[in-house]
Nanobody, 120 residues
Framework: VQLQAYGGGLVQAGGSLRLSCAAS????????MGWYRQAPGREREMVAL???????NYEDSVKGRFTVSRDSAKNTVFLQMNSVQPEDTAVYYC???????????????WGQGTQVTVSS
């Protein structure tokens, strides 16, 4: 499975950004697709997850601001980021796997990462 992420960039605080991640290859093994992020000097953390059946999970600080969605026909997961804040600045990674859980070790497939920078 290969994951290709798009959509990072520079945005002002309070603005919006949309990330996309397309999966290719042996996509039948994928149950969960989602997003992690890693800020400088910090551990990589879960941001949002989306299961094949439509269940979602969010990190507390993004609830109500970020929305994860999925187009199964196009094997693509999206992250709509609204009301972004400087603390959202990080490299965002797309992840996919068979098992569902927050721990990053549970995900076998990772995209290359896309930088999101929020200016104050």
């Amino acid at each position: 499975v290969q994951l290709q992420a798009y959509g990072g960039g520079l945005v002002q605080a309070g603005g919006s950004l949309r990330l996309s991640c397309a999966a290719s290859g042996n996509i039948d093994v994928i149950n969960v697709m989602g997003w992690y992020r890693q800020a400088p000097g910090r551990e990589r953390e879960m941001v949002a997850l989306h299961t094949r059946t439509g269940s979602t999970n969010y990190e507390d600080s993004v609830k109500g601001r970020f929305t994860v969605s999925r187009d199964s026909a196009k094997n693509t997961v999206f992250l709509q980021m609204n009301s972004v804040q400087p603390e959202d600045t990080a490299v965002y990674y797309c992840a996919a796997g068979e098992r569902y859980g927050n721990r990053r070790e549970m995900y076998d497939y990772w995209g290359q990462g896309t930088q999101v920078t929020v200016s104050s």
